[in-house]
């Protein structure tokens, strides 16, 4: 058992244990009714309560013990050799799957609820599941500038190992829980992916371990590496990734610029975005349909005379969309020095702006003051004390979507999120799509493009928070959106759920090279599809093992 999973297993049975004592004891005292919805009422309608008390410091203490354990690991413990021990298991829990004569389809045993994402996964309740705990960094080649790392290393890890040694990723994520198995397996975005790519695009090779339980490493010289990229997990299990990485500044010179309609922002975006010198960074939030920002970044070693230093991750500081949006208020243009961490980190405090819908006195000076060094809740945290009537809200009331669109229809895809959603502030975050040449993954290749290597400039409008539209309809509206996406050759970011059929999503994404290598190496008998993960409408019903 892994030191992560020696961890989260206390947890899990104890709620288990709780659960089932208390289940018996309002039986037999005739209390389960009344008791059962004053706890569910206190889950449902007293959220913040259990936010500010059970998981700000739950979060807190899981970080430290987290951060302490990986420093323990790297100085102490030879991660490669542990590493090779536990991709044994996992080959050897494959090979039980078959000896068992393939059960049922495979997945991941990592919980539902520690995902970074709205899904509560519960097709891993009917599947035959697989420990894939794989959660250190191996080793960082400073010659060839390629670090190795397990797939359950998350950003924050990265952060900590990386710049003390001068390095970073070419795209690096901005939520500390990301891991780097969700971002290969699923799609990853940051703002330097209008240089770099998403972040599939900085891998180099990937380690499998394969349905008949053999282990192979595969490059882009080879059609399975391409397939892994939006596969979720349904075509090998993912157990070491090797990543590029670049020299890292000491800071990053940013600058703000408002806008004040999606035309402007469109037009100074597309200028930037495509540019012979871009930004190393490009990013922006509209607050409406007539406000926002435009802000762009660059590496830096130096702090000039008259520069403004802003330490903006600091506790006790307004979060980052709320400092950005003072530019926008004053209608001025502005640049500030950041130190490379927290310009990393920016998004971290605040979960982007969702802690405010978790938290509504989060803005408070004196909160922030306070307590500000606790945040964030983590995620997973989160979604454990969800209650069902507070997943039906969150479904039904609340938007994360990411819609991946060509550069030329930035304007277009701004006024149907406006129209159907309403959901501000909108995230803009810049993006390549490549054509692959001979194996073209799930994205297909770009119009306009004819070999290996053309790529075609594309922008994520990222909706999060609850909608702005009077008599909102969940299906409907993200039909409309996911509709029209494929309509211009856009994507939709999967880490939410879909609302399209099989054939819609097939429509979508390029199922060709996927369903090919699936076939050729057992995986369309020994994983689900990636729909079948995703789709809103194909969940499996909860089922206790």
């Not at 004053?38 to 007293?46: A, E, P, R």
């Not at 060094?373 to 938007?399: D, G, H």
């Not at 819609?504 to 996927?514: C, G, I, K, S, V």
């Amino acid at each position: 058992m892994t030191m992560l999973s020696l961890l989260l297993a206390p947890l899990s049975w104890g709620f288990r244990l709780f659960s089932s004592s208390m289940d018996m004891f309002l039986n037999v005292t005739g209390l389960k009714g009344p008791l059962w919805n004053l706890f569910v009422y206190i889950l449902t309608n007293q959220r913040s309560f259990l936010v500010f008390f059970f998981v700000m410091p739950l979060s807190f203490v899981f970080d430290c013990f987290w951060r302490l354990r990986t420093w323990y690991i790297a100085k102490y413990r030879s991660a490669p050799e542990e590493h090779d021990v536990r991709v044994k298991k996992i080959q050897a829990r494959v090979r039980e799957w078959i000896d068992k004569g393939k059960p049922s389809r495979m997945c991941t045993a990592r919980p539902g609820w520690l995902t970074v994402s709205p899904r509560h996964c519960q097709y891993k309740n009917v599947l035959f599941t697989v420990d894939t705990t794989l959660t250190d960094i191996l080793s960082l080649d400073t010659s060839s500038r390629i670090l190795r790392v397990e797939p359950s290393v998350n950003i924050l890890q990265i952060l900590d190992y990386l710049l003390p040694r001068g390095f970073t990723l070419p795209v690096l994520p901005e939520l500390d829980e990301l891991t780097i198995g969700g971002l290969v397996n699923g799609y990853g975005i940051e703002t330097a992916s209008h240089k770099y790519g998403l972040f599939n695009e900085i891998c180099v090779a990937f380690e499998l371990v394969l349905p008949d339980g053999s282990l192979v490493r595969v490059t882009k010289d080879d059609k399975l590496f391409h397939t892994i990229p939006w596969s979720f997990g349904t075509v090998a299990f993912l157990t070491a990734i090797e990543l590029r990485v670049i020299p890292a500044a000491k800071y990053v010179r940013h600058k703000y610029i408002p806008v004040h309609s999606f035309k402007e922002c469109t037009d100074l975006w597309t200028e930037l975005q495509t540019s012979a010198t871009p930004p190393e960074f490009l990013e922006g939030f509209m607050y409406n349909d007539k406000e926002g920002v435009i802000m762009a970044a660059d590496f830096t070693n130096e702090i000039r005379a008259g520069d403004r230093l802003n330490n903006i991750n600091w506790w006790f500081k307004p979060y980052f969309f709320m400092h950005a949006l003072t530019f926008v208020k004053e209608n001025r243009a502005g640049e500030e020095i950041i130190p490379l961490r927290q310009y990393y980190q920016r998004h971290n405090r605040s979960i982007f702006w969702a802690l405010q819908d978790q938290i509504p006195i989060c803005h408070n000076a004196l909160f922030r003051t306070l307590f500000g060094w606790l945040l964030p809740p983590r995620v997973a945290f989160l979604k454990l004390i969800e209650s069902p009537a507070v997943t039906k809200f969150y479904e039904e009331n609340y938007v994360m979507q990411d819609w991946l669109v060509p550069l030329e229809k930035m304007e277009e895809v701004m006024d149907l999120c406006h129209k159907e959603l309403a959901v501000y502030p909108l995230w803009l975050c810049p993006h390549r799509v490549y054509n692959s040449g001979k194996w073209q993954g799930k994205l297909r290749a770009p119009k306009g493009t004819k070999k290996e290597g053309d790529f075609v400039h594309y922008v994520d409008a990222a909706t999060i928070g609850p909608p702005g539209v009077k008599n909102f309809n969940t299906v409907k509206a993200i039909t409309a959106l996911e509709t029209y996406l494929k309509k211009v050759g856009g994507y939709q970011g999967n880490y939410s759920y879909t609302y399209q059929t099989r054939e819609d999503y097939r429509e979508m994404f390029d199922h060709t090279l996927y369903d090919e290598v699936r076939k050729e190496y057992g995986g369309d008998v020994a994983f689900p599809e990636s729909y079948d993960k995703i789709s809103r409408k194909n969940q499996w019903k909860k089922k206790d093992n």
